[in-house]
């Protein structure tokens, strides 16, 4: 030991000679952290002890250090076993940092310590069994690094702990019985992890002491073991998002401190025990998504619950009228189950009722009118049920409401003036009832307004003009009415609209000018109306229009030529009265159902514009003249070009049939002319998996070429997935597969052209500068929504497993289109757990922290990637760059808000006049790259909070000294929609 302080000594310069030895002990361990922000900047060399340097707490009478304390300190480095010197050391926290290494093996240095705090760091490699062996230790925090192995055995060996946090760590292996022999235990969180699957073990029932138990996540499958009830300190039972089956245990009613019960997400089945009156200290009851039947408690509802979550069972009955004395019920959420009856008259009257949603029952008798009795409530969801009678009054007053959803009841009546008015409604559904009356003027109130659909309905007058003022408006459905007069002028005005739907009304009039302005609309649907006039020539340059139906009206004139540019799906001008020509894109076969009822139109299709008399047989006599004389010179020029193609397609045995392509959109060129078009000239990008092609086909279309690389059976499964996904889908942000060739050992994939390319090809180069923010928040936008259709709207939903920003493509206006579904996946609920994979999919820095590590894949793995993307945008840096050292860029910006502000992340390209937007995108792009899955929104979560960030633009969200803050809350929320 004198030989080891003589080195000491001669490494320091001579004016730490004055430091104790605990201080160099200190000194030591300074050496061994990056400490980027100058945090241990006072501590200093020539003090005579560290008693008062930062986060260093020491004895009053022996001046011995007792405390370190480091946490949030943005430290990283290596866990240093010189603090197992200080011999008074009785807490060590460094929670929070970037401590980066495996823990010492040999703890036993350390033996008075009584709590060592590690957790939110970056620490690798097993639990040292020595930790164990720590005499006094009360507190182990280790939850949330990059621990793997086993818990070992000899932690049920300690002596005094009372808490042990493991929680979101990479442990496997089975939970070891030994940790009920833990007397002394009051906390034990393990949640997270992928464990062996196996039973609960019974074990657990002896910790007597324990409080809280989060087992959440860890892979438990059977039954709940009766035993548990032994716990009679138990706080927190947390056994959520498990494969557990069997029933609830009757026992669970013997809880005698119990505050919070979780089995959300696992396989419970059988009725909900009785005897939950004993329960008096219950407050938040989830059992939700599980198999359960039969009635609700009455005895449960007569408890002071603050949340009450039952969704997604089988059970049947009504409400008991008991819940609506609970005081402090906040939450009330029992859609997706059988349930009938009436709810509660009063319901509402005594609770703060924030969350409340009964969907997807055979609730029936009018809605309760004291549901915002206490001007809390938020959502408010009633679908598809059977309630009747008039929307009260009273919710007309209710400020706070955000989401009204009355889709598919039995409702009648005017809806009341002031409820079109709320100010804080973002969506209002009222599809699917019998209301009547006129839309009032009103909504020209609710600029918060994002989605309203009220078609199915018997609302009547004309629809007003302050409809166009909602400048948020992305969706407005009113078909099924009884409207009429003239479609408003001002919708024109929403930028934002993506779907305007307004077919079987009684509207007059024409379609108003300006419809170019609506550069958002993906929907035009104005069929069976009263409609007249000519077909605007602004239609055909609506960016991403791929939806138009104005069949069944009075439309009269030429077709506009304009409209080939469109690339539709859905295609009607049906049973007007429309005159001329065909234009010639739509002159085909597959065009004719769009154009029948429209006696003008003439064309060679057969059922336009029909001849009669000398004329048609002349007609017919010129036609079969030209066509003598084309298949003359076809012959001549075809035998030359057969001769020489045959030798080429004989040489490389890549003959292409028609039989080999399959086409999921209406085509204007032939397929079998991609094929000369495959030439090294026109190659734009190439990849692991193949070349793609740009190729502008003799109509003027431009499309691009995907062709794989390989034999008959290389990247089969990628091709199978990219035509099976993208073939059924159908949405304005999701990149169009026109056609698909499978020829055995060559396959083809023709997709719509993006002139802009990538978004990672555009953003990592020196053509970044085009990407302004309103640019890059509408690419955000874009993306997510496009994911939000895959993840919400797809059934099953689609995991894309591969969002990258290289796989975002841009089009002409710089909209975002989602691409590249080769390694995507149909999430499959077994069990309602999450599906494993075979081998991990995905892009270096966009990966997953779970996914990597367990091969488990759900719809949160794609939001996290999102997430990258969002961070990609906001700072302009790729997701790997050697300037991070060994960060991603995850962790780069996490530290420098910490460190420097959030100024230090944001691209210098980008205009600071945006700065509060992007500090509450970068917020969004943070959440979503959460280190747990549950700590993520969902892609529609994103998606609300994206487009709530342009209504808000104007609010700071950025504090004064450039630190983020936070706006959503990191409570788990569900989205019924």
């Known amino acids: 030991m004198q030989l080891f302080f003589s080195l000491l000594l001669i490494s320091f310069p001579f004016s730490v000679l004055s430091l104790n030895q605990e201080g160099l002990y200190l000194q030591r361990v300074k050496l061994g952290l990056s400490d980027p922000t100058h945090i241990l900047s006072s501590w200093n060399q020539r003090d005579d002890t560290p008693c008062n340097w930062f986060g260093i707490k020491c004895d009053s009478v022996t001046h011995r250090v007792t405390s370190l304390d480091l946490s949030n300190s943005q430290l990283s480095g290596p866990f240093s076993t010189f603090l197992c010197h200080l011999p008074s050391l009785i807490s060590i926290s460094f929670y929070n940092n970037s401590i980066n290494s495996s823990l010492p093996v040999d703890f036993s240095p350390c033996r008075n310590l009584q709590s060592l705090n590690l957790g939110q760091n970056l620490l690798i490699g097993s639990l040292p069994e020595s930790l164990a062996q720590l005499p006094n230790l009360r507190y182990l925090g280790l939850e949330a690094n990059n621990l793997t192995g086993e818990i070992p055995v000899k932690f049920g060996e300690f002596q005094r702990l009372e808490t042990l946090l493991l929680a979101g760590n990479f442990l496997n292996g089975t939970i070891p019985v030994q940790l009920g ?24 029932a002896n910790l007597t002491n324990v409080k809280e138990l989060w087992l959440a996540g860890c892979q438990f499958f059977g039954s709940i073991p009766v035993g548990l009830s032994r716990l009679t300190r138990l706080e927190n039972l947390d056994l959520s998002e498990n494969n557990l089956t069997g029933l609830i245990p009757s026992s669970f009613g013997e809880f005698k401190s119990i505050i919070q019960i979780e089995l959300f997400s696992n396989s419970l089945s059988g009725s909900l025990p009785v005897g939950f009156s004993n329960l008096t200290t219950l407050r938040r009851f989830d059992a939700s998504m599980n198999e359960l039947t039969g009635t609700i408690p009455y005895d449960l509802c007569e408890l002071e619950l603050e949340s ?14 008991s819940i609506s004395k609970s005081p402090n019920l906040y939450e009330l959420k029992l859609f997706n189950n059988k349930l009938t009856g009436k709810l509660p008259t009063q319901l509402g009257l005594k609770s703060p009722l924030k969350f409340f949603d009964v969907s997807y029952n055979g609730f029936s008798g009018e809605i309760p009118t004291n549901l915002c009795a206490n001007g809390e409530l938020e959502d408010l969801i009633l679908i598809y049920n059977s309630f009747s009678g008039k929307i009260p009054e009273s919710l007309g007053d209710c400020q706070s409401l955000g989401r009204a959803r009355l889709r598919s009841n039995r409702l009648t009546g005017p809806v009341p003036g002031k409820f079109w008015g709320l100010q804080r409604v973002y969506l209002m559904e009222l599809v699917g009832n019998s209301l ?23 609302f009547s007058g004309e629809i007003p003009t302050e409809i166009g ?30 779907r305007l739907v307004l077919n079987n009304n009684e509207l007059s009039g024409g379609i108003p000018a300006g419809t170019q302005g609506l550069k958002s609309l993906n929907e035009l649907n104005l069929a069976n109306n009263e409609l007249s006039g000519s077909i605007p020539n602004e239609i055909g340059i609506l960016p991403v229009l791929n939806y138009l139906d104005l069949s069944g009206n009075h439309f009269s004139g030429k077709i506009p030529p304009e409209l080939q540019k469109l690339k539709l799906n859905v295609f009607n001008l049906s049973n007007n009265l429309l005159s001329g020509e065909l234009p010639p894109l739509f002159s085909k076969e597959m065009y004719r159902n769009s154009f029948v009822g429209n006696p003008g139109l003439c064309s060679d299709i057969e059922g336009l514009c029909p001849q009669t008399g000398k004329s048609k047989k002349l007609s017919y006599l010129w036609i079969l003249r030209s066509i003598f004389i084309a298949a003359g010179m076809v012959f001549v020029i075809g035998f030359v070009w057969f001769y020489f193609k045959y030798r080429s397609f004989k040489k ?7 039989t080999k392509w399959r086409s999921f959109h209406k085509l204007g060129f032939s397929e079998l002319e991609i094929a000369d078009c495959l030439q090294d000239d026109n190659v734009i990008g190439s990849g692991a998996s193949g070349k793609v092609y740009k190729v502008v086909l003799s109509n003027g279309e431009t499309v691009a070429v995907k062709k794989l690389f390989g034999g008959a059976n290389s990247n089969n499964d990628e091709f199978q997935v990219e035509v099976e996904t993208l073939g059924k889908i159908r949405h304005k942000n999701i990149v169009r597969l026109w056609c698909c060739c499978n020829a055995g050992d060559c396959k083809l994939l023709v997709y719509e052209y993006m002139p802009n390319g990538s978004l990672g090809d555009l953003l990592h180069s020196n053509k970044s500068g085009l990407l302004d923010w309103p640019t890059r928040y509408k690419i955000a936008l874009d993306a997510a929504e496009g994911l939000s259709y895959l993840h919400h709207d797809c059934v099953p939903p689609i995991v894309h497993r591969d969002v990258k920003s290289n796989n975002i493509l841009l089009d002409s206006e710089f909209g975002a289109r989602v691409a590249d579904f080769g390694v995507a996946k149909i999430v499959q609920r077994l069990n309602k757990g999450i599906e494993p994979m075979s081998a991990i999919a995905g892009s270096c820095g966009y990966i997953a922290p779970e996914y990597a590590y367990t091969l488990r894949v759900n719809e949160k793995s794609d939001t996290y990637s999102f997430g990258v993307v969002i961070l990609e945008l906001v700072t302009g840096k790729r997701p790997i ?47 979503c790259t959460s280190s747990l899955p549950i700590g993520r929104p969902s892609m529609r979560r994103v998606v609300k909070m994206l487009q709530e960030i342009s209504v808000e633009s104007k609010a700071k969200w950025c504090k004064k000294e450039g630190k983020l803050s936070p706006y959503y809350s990191e409570e788990r929320v569900d989205e019924n929609v």
């Open 181 to 204: 022999n833990i007397s002394t235990l009051q906390l034990l969180q393990i949640a997270y992890n992928p464990f062996t699957p196996s039973r609960i073990p019974i074990e657990l």
């Open 308 to 321: 009450l979550n039952l969704y997604d069972n089988r059970l049947e009955g009504s409400l008991p009228e």
């Open 436 to 458: 009547s009356g006129k839309v009032s003027t009103a909504i020209s109130s609710a600029y918060n307004l994002s989605v309203l659909l009220i078609s199915d309905n018997r």
């Open 469 to 498: 003022l909602l400048g948020n408006l992305i969706e407005f459905s009113a078909s099924n009415n009884l409207f009429t007069g003239p479609i408003p002028e001002t919708l024109v005005n929403l930028t934002m609209l993506n």
């Open 652 to 658: 490389s045995n890549k003959v292409i049939t028609i």
């Open 881 to 927: 760059d050697p300037n991070f050292g060994e960060k991603d860029l995850v962790n780069w910006v996490y530290t420098n808000i910490d460190e420097k502000g959030v100024d230090d992340v944001i691209d210098p390209k980008i205009d600071s006049i945006h700065k509060n937007e992007i500090c509450r995108v970068l917020d969004v792009g943070l959440r």
